[in-house]
């Protein structure tokens, strides 16, 4: 029992996440902190303020950490068909040269 | 991207990245912000003495005691991006052993800070207190960098390294500043203008010459 709830823990501890997922969390990342940058500099500069603007940075950053970093379940949408382990397919065709069914 | 520790690191490394940039963009900001300072400096009373570097030493040097009178503004050397101002005032004389060498001791500085920086300074309590309150909550206070000193007894009593300073002629006064932004490159009293960047308006002072040391009359017989 201690053993599966291990097996848990270990799993959401690695966080993978399928590969649609990942492209999310590269484009996420990318795009949200570029925006909390550009925030942090206009309101900073429209306000005169350099504390707002650190305040801003850091506080954006930390949201995107929380929303990137950890294994969501919206990251894990796509997870990827893998074969049966051991043999083949009943349905498969099988390996085919020359038009004739061999393996 | 493929684990929690892989994600986490490629999104610090571009918050790194963007933290580089926006600090590039507020120190160029900077550059849009002219400055217009201006100050008017001239000695007061002068004194030379006679005096020991330290305690314990046998050498005796004549010390140069410089009050002097001085009104700058500075508020326009204060922007979102300034940290502390540094304003000194220094002390130079010709050197009699070369034409194009100067004498040059500091008299007095004060550091005035942006009020985004004021728990940065070395006061007590009441005094941190005050300071901040009389920001009345703005980030930005160009009040503070108007100095107005009135005989301003000087914070250091100069000296040359001949130890000989009475007599000396043509000392001049000057006024010079040092901007030390939060991020960015330290200026300090510009020699030509830069765009907006104006040049110190006066900050020198009249020649004057130290006196000689003032002889003890004797003392009176009873």
Known sequence: MADQLLEQVRDIAEGQIDFEGQRLAELLATVLLATVGAVSFIVGFIKQDIKLALYIGLGGTALTMGLIVPPWPFLKRHPVK????GGAEKSSQGIIVDGKVVG | MHSTIVRGQNVFGFFTTVCFVVAALIAASDLLAPRTPKATVAANTVQVVRGRPHYYSTKKEEYAIIRFTMNADFSSLFTWNTKQVFVYVSASWPNSTSEELVNEAVIWDTI????????????GPAA????????????????RGKIDLKNQ??????????GKLQDTDGVVLRVHYNVQPWVGVLTWTPQIEFGSWKKLKGGVSKAFKL???KKKDPPKKA
């Open chain 1, 82 to 85: 893998w074969l049966p382990v």
């Open chain 2, 112 to 123: 005035i800070t942006n009020p985004s920086a004021d728990h940065l300074q070395n006061i």
């Open chain 2, 128 to 143: 941190m207190k005050k300071l901040v309150k009389s920001a009345k909550g703005k980030s930005i206070d160009p009040k």
């Open chain 2, 153 to 162: 007894k000087p914070k250091y009593q100069i000296t040359a390294p001949t």
């Open chain 2, 211 to 213: 006196p000689s040391i």
